[in-house]
């Protein structure tokens, strides 16, 4: 379930929901970490500066990891104070974010990756990848692929994706080379 609303989750995990992906983090709408405490729900936490409304507006960062990385970190300890257990995050990769900010944020993935929780990435077709190939969104496949790879290899435990099958085969291919690098040190 993709929702930053408490009353929408709640209906959700009502209706089976495995699982809430919050966009804003748990803090867009006060009720939210309240419903995943009471619910033990697992849930993803995503890193967003501002609002979906205000998020492109020039958003400016000193440092973006270590900006992102203080803010998963206080999300997920203030989670894990009130006692859910079972979380993701993710840095948010186009939310509040220039292409610069995105690729320092990929780069430095193992630095985000020590939290000790898995790591969504979500490079999908996004912008980063489109504008700077000089594609359109379509066909951004290649760059996406990339990208994935790249994620995997820096400590990704989670992509989010639209081309299902090459995602998968770009995950088969890592672990073999992770499986090549484990046997032969």
């Known amino acids: 379930m993709d929702t930053c609303r408490a009353h929408v989750a709640i209906r959700a995990l009502d209706e089976g929901a495995d699982i809430v992906n919050d966009i804003g983090g748990a803090r867009l709408d006060a009720a939210m ?28 960062y000193g440092d973006v ?23 993701a995050l993710d840095p948010g990769f186009g939310f509040g974010k220039t292409a610069q900010h995105n690729f ?3 780069d430095g993935l193992p630095q985000l990756v ?5 790591i969504l990435v979500g490079v999908s077709r996004k912008s980063m990848i489109h504008r700077t190939l000089d594609c359109s969104p379509q066909e951004a496949l290649n760059g996406t692929t990339a ?30 080379m992770a499986s090549t690098r484990m046997n032969n040190p």
């Open 33 to 60: 970490e309240d419903v995943l405490a009471s619910r033990k729900a697992p849930c993803i936490l995503m890193h967003m500066k501002g609002t979906p409304e205000s998020m492109q507006d020039h958003p400016l």
């Open 65 to 87: 990891l270590q900006e992102v990385r203080d803010f998963l970190e206080e999300r997920l300890q203030t989670l894990r104070n009130k006692g859910v257990e079972h979380v």
């Open 104 to 106: 320092r944020l990929l």
């Open 114 to 118: 020590s939290s000790g929780v898995p």
């Open 147 to 176: 990208l994935h790879a790249w994620a995997l290899d820096r400590g990704a435990h989670i992509l989010r994706v639209h081309d299902v099958a090459e995602a998968v085969e770009c995950l088969k291919l890592h672990r073999a």
